[in-house]
C-alpha cells in the first residue's frame, strides 16, 4: 500500500520555522521525484518546493526562495521541507505529493496534508 504521511504542521507567529516530514513507504522512494504543494483558503493549490531522488535537483517557488529548504534522506524514505521566516501568507495546508520519474511510468501519489498556520 501506497503512503505518504506528512507531519510537522502547526500553529506558529511570523518569523518563525517549522520543519515538515514527508514519511513514504510502498514505492521505489529513489525512483520519485517528491515536491510540497500548498493550498490556502479559497486558492488553488500551488507548487511550492521539490526534489528529485535520482539527481537531488531541486525546485522552489519564487515565493518561498531564501526561506525554504527541501531535503530527501534516502535512507529513511522521507522527505523534509525547512520553512524559515514563516509569513502569514505561508498559511495553508501543505501536502505531499510523488511523482515518478521513470519515464515509462505515470504514478503519482498524494499525501493527506498537514496544516501550518502563521499569524502576525
Known amino acids: 500500500e501506497v503512503q505518504l504521511v506528512e507531519s510537522g504542521g502547526g500553529l506558529v507567529q511570523a518569523g518563525e520555522s517549522l520543519r515538515l516530514s514527508c514519511a513514504a513507504s510502498?514505492?521505489?522512494?529513489?525512483?520519485?521525484?517528491i515536491g510540497w504543494f500548498r493550498q490556502a483558503p479559497g486558492k488553488e493549490r500551488e507548487g511550492v518546493s521539490c526534489?528529485?531522488?535520482?539527481?537531488?535537483?531541486?525546485y522552489y517557488a519564487d515565493s518561498v526562495k531564501g526561506r525554504f529548504t527541501i531535503s530527501s534522506d534516502k535512507a529513511k524514505n522521507t522527505v523534509y521541507l525547512q520553512m524559515n521566516s514563516l509569513k502569514p501568507e505561508d498559511t495553508a495546508v501543505y501536502y505531499c505529493?510523488?511523482?515518478?520519474?521513470?519515464?515509462?511510468?505515470?504514478?503519482?501519489?498524494w499525501g493527506q496534508g498537514t496544516l501550518v498556520t502563521v499569524s502576525e
Open positions: 510502498g514505492f521505489t522512494f529513489d525512483e520519485y521525484a
Open positions: 526534489i528529485s531522488n535520482i539527481d537531488d535537483d531541486t
Open positions: 505529493h510523488a511523482d515518478s520519474l521513470v519515464i515509462t511510468q505515470h504514478f503519482q501519489y
